[in-house]
């Protein structure tokens, strides 16, 4: 984050939440890399793509996420697996679909990715 002069909070818990409290693996206000806007960062540490898959089932867990009372841009998963490029882009279609929010995006990292 230093080089891109971006600000970065590793276990932000969001403490204007009305819901619960949550606390992210980390927060980027200003975003990360080429992710511009508000992000929060998830990690998940699979060991198999059927673990990856399992996440399009996932919907209350990003409701939850995206009910947090933050005005965020952006979901970014970083999984602990190598992910070729064309399962990547198939999933991110699939959990973009599955939030159905035209406002927030949802980005899936691999570990070649960080």
Same mark, same amino acid.
């Given at each position: 984050? %230093?080089?891109?002069? $971006?600000?970065?909070?590793?276990?932000?818990?969001?403490? %204007?939440? +009305?819901? *619960?409290?949550?606390?992210?693996?980390?927060?980027?206000? /200003?975003?990360?890399?080429?992710? !511009?806007?508000?992000?929060?960062?998830? +990690?998940? #540490?699979?060991?198999?793509? #059927? #673990?990856?898959?399992?996440?399009?089932? &996932?919907? &209350?867990?990003? *409701?939850?996420?995206?009910? /947090?009372? @933050?005005?965020?841009?952006?979901? @970014? =998963?970083?999984?602990? =697996?190598? @992910?070729?490029? !064309?399962?990547?882009?198939?999933?991110? %279609? $699939?959990? *973009? &679909? @599955? +939030?159905?929010?035209?406002?927030?995006?949802?980005? =899936?990292? /691999? +570990?070649?990715?960080?």
């Amino acid at each position: 984050m %230093k080089e891109n002069n $971006k600000e970065f909070k590793t276990y932000y818990r969001n403490e %204007k939440s +009305i819901t *619960n409290i949550m606390e992210y693996d980390g927060y980027a206000p /200003d975003g990360i890399k080429n992710i !511009q806007g508000e992000t929060i960062i998830e +990690i998940k #540490s699979y060991t198999t793509k #059927s #673990s990856v898959a399992w996440l399009a089932h &996932k919907e &209350k867990f990003f *409701n939850r996420l995206l009910n /947090d009372n @933050l005005d965020i841009k952006n979901i @970014l =998963l970083i999984i602990t =697996l190598e @992910l070729q490029e !064309q399962y990547k882009d198939k999933m991110e %279609k $699939k959990l *973009n &679909k @599955l +939030i159905d929010n035209i406002n927030v995006k949802i980005y =899936l990292w /691999d +570990i070649n990715d960080i």
